[in-house]
């Protein structure tokens, strides 16, 4: 996120953005049809961003802002805005944090307020940090007994090894006991700095109203330059990793390393993983569920970080019926890399869908705020809804089969199964080019658990 104290206030015909004296950047979208505003705080500051040993600390961070501050308590923080008829959150992602609120318009002073207080001002008690611990470890847990859920945590594990990036944005039962209130403090200090905050917000609300409130309540805050983050790429491995659990299916992912937030062909990827995954039509849920009935469901796995990111494929079937449909996704990866033609009513439709999803989604401001808030965390620019159309309608068969090619080799690709997977591994096998197969080595591993890792 780059800021110019030259240049402290630009626009457009559907955004405003200011930068503040002390290099926070507000961004504002007045959308005068609706009655409410979506408000949001974001940090550069994720799991990545944690110190070995003390995973956890940015979500663990998170829950302990809305335990109290100076002068509202937990209860306090929740009812202020409930009252109102809004509601608070937050969330967690690798690489930042957002704490957000929605509230109608007239109330808009009361949602930065309430922000601007948890951010700055949290008690981060120690004997609420001890409960909170409690509750943090039941929510570790609940995603460990989810496969659906656990098996991705697996996956980046499995993918990215000892790299901060698989570390679980939950962190660890081990690691969130050891918290301390001073090791939450110190996090703040370093991540929650001016010129590594970002205010956006979209709805009913006038860009020099939000301007002046961020400016008056956010006046706490360390106010040194962030110092940056060290540039990390991490590299993938091809494997197969088993962790085997006393269930009835196989959980499975297949992907590898994708493409970062500014690549250039992330356009081309979001229509190729629609292509393959997008939906009931996909061709991947016609030719797994709907023609051989393996699977109640098979979605695409696409995640987008600063230096890299992840793409694949998720689906759960019996056991018996894993190899099959590991073969049969590799099957249509070796089709379109071949360079077989995409028939061009299957890539309009692709595109189309895409379009259809962004701009549905667009008509919910926290959508439209979120849209906001990343193009400037990630890109220092706003991507305009028509360049991102123009480049949807640019893409063709053969940046398919490029792209495909590039990201989704077999020997690129790693293989995480969860469940009942024992003596898989020595069945699965990888389609290379038409009419033949390969065995794939197979990586045994444990349940792959937080008590049993000691992460």
């Known amino acids: 996120m780059k800021n110019s104290a ?43 961003d944690e ?15 809305f335990k109290g501050t100076e002068k ?39 949602a930065v307020d309430v922000l601007s207080d948890m951010i700055q001002n949290a008690v981060l008690d120690p004997q609420e940090l001890e409960k909170e611990k409690q509750v943090v470890q039941e929510e570790i847990k609940t995603s460990i007994d989810t496969p659906d859920e656990w098996v991705h945590e697996l ?59 961020v400016s008056e309540s956010f006046v ?33 992912i297949l992907g590898g390393r994708g493409l970062h937030y500014l690549h250039d062909d992330r356009y081309i990827l979001a ?4 292509l393959l995954a997008g939906g009931m039509s ?13 699977v109640y469901t098979i979605s695409a796995v696409t995640s987008f970080f600063e230096e890299t990111g992840t793409v694949g494929f998720y689906f759960a079937c019996a056991p018996e019926n894993t190899a099959l449909a590991l073969n049969l996704i590799h099957e249509e990866l070796n089709t379109i890399n071949a360079g ?6 299957e890539l309009t439709s692709a595109k189309e869908q895409v379009k259809g999803h962004l701009m549905l989604a667009l008509e919910n401001t926290f959508n439209r705020m979120s849209r906001l808030a990343k193009g400037l965390l990630f890109e220092d620019r706003i991507v305009s809804l028509d360049e991102i159309l123009t480049n949807l309608e640019a893409v063709t068969g053969t940046d398919l089969s490029r792209v495909t090619g590039e990201l989704m080799a077999p020997e690129m690709l790693t293989t995480t199964m969860l469940g009942a997977v024992d003596g898989i591994g020595n069945r699965a096998v990888g389609a290379t080019t038409e009419g033949e197969t390969r065995q794939l080595p197979s990586t045994q591993r444990g349940a792959g658990g937080f008590g049993s890792t000691g992460h």
């Open 6 to 48: 030259a240049d402290p206030s630009t626009s457009d015909d559907s955004y405003r953005r200011t930068v503040l004296d002390n290099g926070m950047v507000v961004i504002t979208e007045a959308l005068p049809f609706v009655r409410s505003v979506a408000l949001g705080v974001w940090s550069l500051a994720g799991s990545r």
């Open 51 to 65: 110190r070995p040993g003390a995973e956890g600390t940015a979500h663990f961070l998170e829950h302990m802002f």
């Open 72 to 110: 509202r308590s937990a209860f306090d923080i929740a009812y202020e805005l409930e009252r109102l008829g809004g509601f608070l959150n937050a969330f967690t992602a690798k690489d930042h944090t957002c704490y957000f609120a929605r509230i109608l318009d007239e109330h808009l002073p009361v």
């Open 155 to 213: 996956f980046l594990m499995d993918l990215y090894g000892g790299h901060p990036l698989a570390h679980p944005v939950l962190g660890g039962e081990k690691t969130v006991s050891f918290l301390s209130s001073e090791d939450l403090r110190e996090f703040v200090y370093q991540r929650y700095r001016p010129d590594n905050i970002l205010v956006a917000a979209a709805g009913s609300l006038e860009h020099d109203q939000v301007v002046e409130l």
């Open 220 to 252: 706490h805050l360390n106010p040194d330059a962030v110092k940056p983050r060290h540039p990390m790429q991490p590299d993938g491995r091809g494997s197969i990793e088993l962790h085997p659990r006393d269930i009835s299916q196989a959980h499975v």
């Open 271 to 274: 229509v190729l993983m629609n």
């Open 282 to 294: 996909s061709r991947l849920f016609q030719s797994l569920r709907e023609e051989r009935g393996l």
């Open 340 to 345: 077989k033609k995409v028939d061009e009513e």
